[in-house]
């Protein structure tokens, strides 16, 4: 099955017209707030009877449920699953060869996404020539680097999308008005600068239950 070969032009413009849309923009404005649950209907008091052993739950301000949910949402995405990268090699070899990881893969978070991207410039390097996704050492770029997971089977086509909206929201809340490629090869960028930007997209798309 034939695969799209995304530059990283295509990747900033498809992460940025996602990133602005309104759908989006009601997902991640104020996802790190808490909506207030709605008081519910009054009930006709009970009858009088024998009084009963008090229950831990009146004692809560919002349902089980939600409690539940909202721990859930706000654990930080677990790290990905062990399964090493090609070498040194594998990671000057075009990216296509490693389709075949693709298969029986299947589809992740933004956020578990953004984890294996992460590992890739970790391991492999991250470099900013631009208007490319590697260089010759194999090393890439913030958006190559999404792109590599997604050919070594870490997320379809859609997650790139949606993993670079949110590096683009987080980008927006750090004060850089353009997108990932001139943010990447702006002069003095540095991969641990990389790494941090990556580092805190997964906490906001985490946080966000994404």
């Known amino acids: 099955m034939a695969t799209a070969v995304l530059t990283p032009d295509q990747l900033d413009g498809q992460a940025a017209r996602l990133h602005d849309t309104q759908a989006w923009q ?79 893969q299947s589809d992740l978070r933004p956020s578990a996404h953004l984890g294996y991207a992460r590992q890739i410039l970790a391991e492999w390097g991250w470099q900013n020539t631009p208007y490319r996704l590697r260089n010759a050492r194999g090393a890439r770029c913030v958006c190559g680097a999404m792109v590599s997971a997604h050919r070594l089977g870490y997320g379809s086509l859609n997650t790139v999308d949606r993993a670079g909206a949110w590096l683009i929201t987080e980008l927006r809340a750090q004060g850089w008005p353009g997108l990932i490629g001139p943010w990447n090869r702006h002069p003095g960028r540095t991969a641990a600068d990389a790494l941090a930007l990556v580092d805190a997209t997964i906490r906001r798309a985490s946080l966000a239950g994404q």
């Open 26 to 104: 009601q997902i991640v404005t104020g996802w790190e707030h808490t909506a207030a649950e709605p008081a519910p209907a009054a009930e006709p008091a009970p009858a009088p009877g024998p009084a009963r052993p008090s229950d831990w739950r009146d004692l809560l301000s919002v349902p089980v449920d939600r409690l539940i949910d909202d721990t859930l949402r706000a654990l930080p995405t677990p790290p990905p699953h062990e399964r090493p990268l090609p070498g040194r090699l594998g990671a000057m070899l075009p990216d296509r060869v490693h389709l075949w990881r693709r298969v029986g």
